[in-house]
């Protein structure tokens, strides 16, 4: 393949992946690391490399839009972005020593369950709580807007929450993506915190949890940048678009469709992780 | 800006908010800045050598200690390819503002919460930006 032809072949994926992404919520990560690897044969080592890049794009580029809806709280996610950080440079350090064949395997896994969540599809839980002490001397609570007015709401489980954090920032480190749907689950289920506080405040994440793992894949060589120059470019280009589109589009048929194709691809890539062929 | 009285369990809303948006525009500013290196970079590297063939099935870090080769792996290695023009470094210059736009949003948030007075979250940023110097640290 011609550098012109991989270059083009890669902006494209990549391209998709940061548009369905951005339309179902699950990010590009997920789907531009099995792209590179099954379809152009890319070692999954310079994919996750390319694709952290990536996540720390659509996270920076979405911030403004998110801000504008008032919904983050920028105390929630700097307070737990200390455990993603810290989960992240582990992570990281994991990704250098774990063989390909392995990482191949451990991603098919967590596409799998990224799928599940994805077809299940629930609002998550809207009715606020009251803090719990910790998280009021954290001060942790804070009002979101509902139909025009300020609802507040409270915060409970913090060191539950921040474990299950040092968790997503792991996963994240290990293998580039910016495992949103994990954090997710920590603010929503286990914190209890709105699932729109908790969906922006996981976005605006993302962007931290990465770039901590970003040094250490950079020394090791994970970012080539004639991978992650279309990677980074499409992956972006795709999710700007899929934002403009979300408001006007059918996401349930579309995020159904999408699960079926994110566990084909996990399946792939577990297959090829323990038959050695990635 | 207001200086909240010790007794508000609720954060000064306002304040929090301008924070945000003004850290919001500036990744955005951000990201742009990186997106045009990277394309700029991207478009020299294709002019140069878009019929070279390419492959990437195997893990081969870039070789680092080769005469010729421009170091791709450290922050000063990757300005100096940088300012050289050659292509592999000016996308790696414009990767590595991309990861700085995070690191800048902790920064300032930092000083943004020493502006409101509040002593525990500007030690929380402190923490977090300590931890993404010990990742970028790895990189020099």
């Given at each position: 393949m011609t550098a012109l032809d991989f270059t083009g072949a890669v902006w494209i994926l990549s391209f998709l992946a940061g548009f369905l992404g951005a339309l179902t919520g699950l990010g590009g990560g997920v789907v531009v690391v099995p792209a590179l690897t099954l379809a152009?044969?890319?070692n999954i080592k310079y994919a996750i490399g390319a694709s952290l890049v990536s996540v720390i794009a659509t996270s920076s580029g979405a911030a403004a839009a998110y801000v504008r809806e008032g919904y983050s709280n920028i105390r929630i996610g700097m307070f737990l972005e200390i455990a993603t950080t810290l989960g992240a440079i582990l992570g990281a350090f994991l990704a250098g020593r774990v063989g390909t064949h392995a990482l191949a395997i451990i991603f098919g896994l967590v596409l799998i369950q990224a799928a599940i969540q994805s077809f299940m599809a629930n609002k998550g839980n809207d009715q606020p709580v009251a803090s719990d002490a910790l998280a009021n001397r954290l001060r942790l609570g804070s009002s979101y807007p509902v139909d025009g007015e300020l609802q507040e709401y409270g915060v409970r489980n913090v060191p539950a929450g921040f474990g299950f954090m040092f968790g997503a920032g792991a996963l994240s480190g290990l293998?580039?993506?910016?495992?949103g749907a994990v954090k997710v689950i920590a603010m929503d289920?286990?914190?209890?915190?709105p699932f729109k506080v908790s969906t922006t405040t996981s976005n605006f994440m993302i962007g931290v949890t990465a770039a901590a793992s970003a040094g250490i894949y950079l020394s090791r060589g994970f970012i080539d940048p004639r991978v992650a120059m279309p990677v980074m470019l499409g992956v972006l280009a795709g999710a700007l678009l899929g934002a403009k589109v979300l408001v006007h589009a059918q996401v349930r048929t579309l995020r159904a469709v999408f699960s079926i194709v994110i566990l084909a691809l996990a399946i792939e890539m577990i297959v090829n992780g323990i038959t050695g062929r990635m | 800006m207001n200086i909240p009285p010790?007794?508000?369990?609720?954060?000064p809303r306002m304040n929090d908010r301008r924070l945000e948006t003004i850290i919001g525009r500036l990744l955005q500013i951000g990201v742009l800045a990186s997106a045009a290196t990277v394309l700029a970079g991207g478009i020299l590297y294709l002019v140069q050598s878009h019929s070279g063939h390419v492959e990437y099935r195997n893990f081969v870090p870039l070789d680092?200690?080769?005469?010729?080769?421009?170091?791709?792996?450290?922050l000063s290695g990757v300005v100096r390819s940088a300012i050289r023009f050659d292509s592999l470094g000016l996308i790696q210059f414009g990767l590595l503002l991309l990861i700085a736009t995070p690191v800048a949003r902790v920064a300032l948030a930092a000083v943004g919460f020493a502006l409101e007075r509040d002593r525990l979250y500007t030690v929380v940023s402190l923490i977090v930006l300590v931890i993404l110097a010990f990742s970028l640290i790895h990189a020099t």
């Open positions: 152009l044969g890319v293998l580039g993506i910016g495992s289920r286990v914190m209890r915190i | 010790m007794q508000t369990r609720m954060p680092n200690s080769a005469p010729g080769n421009p170091d791709l792996l450290t």
